[in-house]
């Protein structure tokens, strides 16, 4: 069995450790690889490689900088099939999902690309009276990245890496045991891009020993995502230690559909949504607040559409439903539909008993419907990262939206209607930070920041967008007095001495 290292100073370091976890293909059940438990001291000794690179990577002009994000986007079009395999074997992604993923990683190196505009600073002449004023924004340091395993390639290769390291700074990511492999050819694709070694480093290791990043001095700042759990503890502990944290965490998204809403065209839109990466990913759209004068109509039209998926391995380029990541993921969902009916719900389209042939070793779910959810009812409320669609009934437009924002989440809010006005409404009185007007995921594109709100987001700045650019950088401002000669002979200065 093949054992995997962790990747510092730009190349692989067999780890110290004795513990090992196990990589599965989730497609099929099988080990594929052992991923290190990292010690304690490897993880400080790769802070320290990262402070190393950093002293010399953020005097590098920035021009220069992005030169390297330049060549990773070709290498990245040049590799897109291998990265895009590679998501899909250690996640189980099927085949469009992973190219996605894989895309979403270039859209991440794209805008970092445009890093040299997007990081000029302001000025002001004569601010004050023979005053001016320039600021600009700079490096910050070593940033750690603690990643999930729902988006291998775009989470640490889209959303963290290319900003961090064209504003200047070095980078440690913590990435998932459950899917390693992807990040760390992507290690290999930057270090071919020609960015200096120990500039970006990758390492697996357990909770205990991620939680160094939290209070060593050397970590300026942490991106994380995962719980809301985990990200309340981070933003706590290290904001407290001085750093600069984003902590983007669980969802429960709803989406109101209006009695005017198409529903052949609706109802499509919410399958996508709803089971599109096996529902494990912080945007689907687990939840439908449906007007009970069209919940019937729409009921049946989402359970015909389910029924047309085809649960397959995620490499096959004609399954539209792949499995979970693993076993226990995998169980504690059953976990939940047995919740669901245990509470009451009814369940419409049952996906529990879903087998594929050649591969019933596989993490195999099918899609899973429950109609008649209350807000009582703990299915509808918390976040299950699963292919489970819940429809809860209203009688109006303003019941729904009480019901949305009474979840305590709010990544993203949908509302399916043809009607201008309600519309409007729902855009401006929603509690979601990424709002879709008939768009299943309302994730914008990476020009804007990805704006969680609630016990969705804890921090001040969102990663992507503006917000992305000035976590990764510090402003610095420097105001200018230059004397004639009158003023050279002036033995008086003013306490203010010009700020006002």
């Not at 400080?44 to 990262?50: F, N, R, S």
């Not at 995998?330 to 879903?354: H, P, T």
Request: include cysteine; aromatic fraction near 8%; glycine fraction near 8%.
């Amino acid at each position: 069995m093949e054992k995997l290292s962790y990747f510092a100073d730009g190349r692989y370091i067999t780890s110290e450790t004795d513990k090992y976890n196990e990589v599965y293909n989730p497609s099929t059940g099988e080990v594929t690889a052992l991923v290190p438990n990292c010690t304690s001291n490897e993880v400080e000794k790769v802070i320290g490689i990262a402070k190393k690179a950093y002293e010399s990577w953020s005097k590098v002009p920035i021009i220069k900088r992005v030169q390297v994000l330049y060549k990773l986007r070709q290498l990245i079009e040049e590799h897109m099939d291998e990265l895009t395999y590679l998501v899909a074997q250690e996640h189980g992604k099927v085949w469009d999902e992973a190219m996605g993923d894989v895309l979403k990683a270039k859209e991440g190196t794209e805008l970092a690309c445009s890093a040299p505009s997007l990081i000029m600073g302001e000025s002001l002449m004569n601010a004050s009276s023979g005053f001016d004023t320039v600021l600009y924004r700079e490096s910050v340091g070593v940033f750690a990245g603690i990643v999930p395993f729902n988006f291998p390639a775009m989470i640490p290769m889209g959303w963290m890496t290319p900003m961090c390291v064209a504003a200047g700074n070095a980078i440690v990511l913590k990435v998932s045991s459950s899917t390693p492999r992807t990040a760390l050819r992507f290690a290999e694709l930057y270090k071919e891009a020609g960015l200096p070694d120990g500039v970006l480093n990758i390492i697996t290791c357990s909770r205990k020993e991620a939680e160094i990043f939290l209070t060593h001095p050397d970590i300026k700042g942490i991106s994380f995502v995962g719980t809301t759990a985990v990200g309340k503890h981070i933003y706590s502990v290290a904001a407290a230690h001085g750093k600069r944290v984003q902590a983007l965490c669980e969802a429960k998204n709803h989406a109101l559909v209006m009695k005017d809403a198409p529903i052949d065209r609706t109802a499509a839109g919410i399958i996508n949504s709803a089971f599109g990466c096996a529902g494990e990913r912080c945007m689907a759209l687990p939840v439908v607040v449906a007007e009970e004068e069209i919940a019937d109509a729409l009921a049946a039209k989402l359970v015909e559409l389910a029924k047309g998926l085809k649960v397959g391995p995620a490499y096959d380029k004609a399954s539209t439903l792949g499995p979970v990541i693993n076993t226990k993921h995998k169980e504690s969902i059953l976990n939940w539909i047995q919740k669901g009916i245990d509470e009451g719900a009814e369940l419409v389209l049952d996906g529990r008993n879903v087998t594929v042939e050649n591969f019933e070793n596989g993490y195999y779910l099918g899609p899973t419907i429950f109609d008649h959810v209350t807000e009582e009812m703990a299915i509808g409320t918390t976040e299950i990262f699963g292919p489970v669609l819940c429809i809860k009934r209203v009688k109006d437009f303003e019941e729904g939206l009480a019901v949305m924002n009474r979840n305590p989440f709010a990544n993203g809010s949908v509302i399916y209607t043809q009607n201008g006005y309600f519309a409007r409404e729902f855009t401006s009185r929603t509690h979601g930070g990424m709002v879709g007007v008939n768009v299943g995921i309302p994730v914008p594109v990476g020009v804007f920041p990805f704006s969680g709100h609630k016990d969705s987001f804890f921090g001040d700045l969102h990663c992507l967008g503006k917000d992305g650019i000035k976590f990764y950088t510090e402003s610095k401002c420097v105001t200018t007095r230059w004397f004639d000669e009158d003023e050279k002979k002036n033995t008086k200065v003013n306490t203010w001495d010009g700020t006002i």
